[in-house]
Each structure stands twice: as structure tokens, then as C-alpha cells.
């Protein structure tokens, strides 16, 4: 089946400073990925959906100056929270899709921030 | 507004009986639904899709089915194992996003299989 990886896996930094999430799919050109956020006990909440060489549609609520989505190519795409705060920690989980297939997504192991 | 519900109570069964859970949802009318597995501190691997016009799907010891008129799908493992236990969700493509195919989950229903 199709893997997508997510680096790093966890990543823990201070207050203020801004944080990189990778998204990859492995075996498989991506036209559209998506990032997820999950908080303890909760389900998966969709932040934004972005396709390949434009610009990420943000969900509503999510600000899209603090969570800067790049999809610069068909395997990588990069979530990047910036001015990280306390309440920003949280588990954050990308998937990804290709246009042959208009069903499945697959999803990445996720990475979990937490914020001093 | 759409909504998706899932027992939030965990499911426990002992070994070798058959786990149930259920997936309501309201103000949607999906083209298909989706299962997912879910373990802790991992992100959700995909088990089973049912289309609207099916009834029923199998795959090994899972089986689900689809009843659009009580708008629910329930979500069976036959046979349980302790390896099953899992948190599992509910999927569904939203109504408006036909072309963008985000999905909206269920909160998941955990699953405790006793040996």
C-alpha cells in the first residue's frame, strides 16, 4: 500500500519559536494533501487541504498566517506553526491523496508537538 | 450542521466474540462512508469503504454495513482478537467538498479485546 512519513515524529520547543512538520508520500505522487489536528480523546479535525503547486485552502478558524502550508512538489508537503504557544500542542497528522484515486486517502504516523 | 457520532464509551469484549460498533451521522447524505484504525499516538490506517449503494462490505473478519435511510453504519469484528484493540473511526467526505475530498471524522470508539 501507499506510506506516507511524517518527520519528526515528535518535536518538543519553547514559547515563540516556529516548528516544521514534513509531510511525505513515499511510492506515490501526491496532488492533494491534507493536515489534520487531534487533540487527547478526540477525533481528527481538519485544518487545510492543499494541492500541488498552489496556494492551501485553510478550514475555517484556522489561521493560515500561524499554520503556513507549503506544497511545493508532488511528495512533500510542510505544515510549519509559527510562534508556537502552550495551547498549540497537539498531535498533527497529514494524509495524502492521488488524483487516480478519488476515495483513499492514506495518512502519516502523525507528529506530536508540545509547546513549553 | 453535519454531524457524526460514535459510542464514545469504550467497547470491551472478551477474545473470540464479536465487537459491534456503530457510526450515526445527521445532516449528510455521503456518497460513501469509511472505517479507520486507530492506535495510540499513530495515525489512522484505512480498513474498509462502503459506497451509498451498498449494503454490506467484507473483508476478512470485517464486515460492515450501510443503512442510508437510518443514516448509520455498523462495524463488526468477527472473532476478536486482543491484537484488535484499537481506537476505531468513522469517516465521511463532506457534503461540499466533493472536490476537495476532505473527511470528517467520528470521535472513535475505543476497543479493549480481553484474552
Known amino acids: 500500500g501507499a506510506v506516507v512519513s511524517q518527520h519528526p515524529s515528535w518535536v518538543i520547543c519553547k514559547s515563540g519559536t516556529s516548528v516544521k512538520i514534513e509531510c511525505r508520500s513515499l511510492?506515490?505522487?501526491?496532488?492533494?494533501m491534507f493536515w489534520y489536528r487531534q487533540f487527547p480523546k478526540q477525533s481528527l479535525m481538519l485544518m487545510a487541504t492543499?494541492?500541488?503547486?498552489?496556494?492551501?485552502?485553510?478550514e475555517q478558524g484556522v489561521e493560515k498566517d500561524k499554520f503556513l502550508i507549503n506544497h511545493a512538489s508532488l511528495t512533500l508537503s510542510t505544515l510549519t506553526v509559527t510562534s508556537a504557544h502552550p495551547e498549540d500542542s497537539s498531535f498533527y497528522i497529514c494524509?495524502?491523496?492521488?488524483?487516480?484515486?478519488?476515495?483513499?486517502?492514506?495518512f502519516g504516523p502523525g507528529t506530536r508537538l508540545l509547546v513549553l | 450542521s453535519q454531524k457524526i457520532e460514535q459510542n464514545s464509551e469504550a467497547l470491551n469484549i472478551q477474545e473470540g466474540k464479536t465487537a459491534t460498533l456503530t457510526c450515526n451521522y445527521t445532516?449528510?447524505?455521503?456518497?460513501?462512508l469509511q472505517w479507520y484504525r486507530q492506535d495510540p499516538g499513530r495515525g489512522p490506517v484505512f480498513l474498509l469503504l462502503?459506497?451509498?449503494?451498498?449494503k454490506e462490505k467484507r473483508k476478512e473478519r470485517l464486515k460492515v454495513t450501510f443503512d442510508t435511510t437510518l443514516k448509520q453504519s455498523l462495524f463488526h469484528i468477527t472473532a476478536s482478537q486482543p491484537a484488535d484493540s484499537a481506537t476505531y473511526l468513522c469517516?465521511?467526505?463532506?457534503?461540499?467538498?466533493?472536490?476537495?475530498?476532505?473527511?470528517?471524522f467520528g470521535s472513535g470508539t475505543r476497543l479493549q479485546v480481553q484474552p
Open positions: 494524509s495524502a491523496a492521488w488524483s487516480g484515486d478519488q476515495e483513499t486517502q492514506y
Open positions: 511510492d506515490f505522487q501526491a496532488t492533494t
Open positions: 492543499s494541492n500541488e503547486g498552489s496556494k492551501a485552502t485553510y
Open positions: 445532516n449528510y447524505s455521503p456518497a460513501y
Open positions: 462502503i459506497r451509498e449503494n451498498e
Open positions: 469517516a465521511l467526505r463532506r457534503l461540499r467538498d466533493t472536490g476537495r475530498r476532505a473527511l470528517t
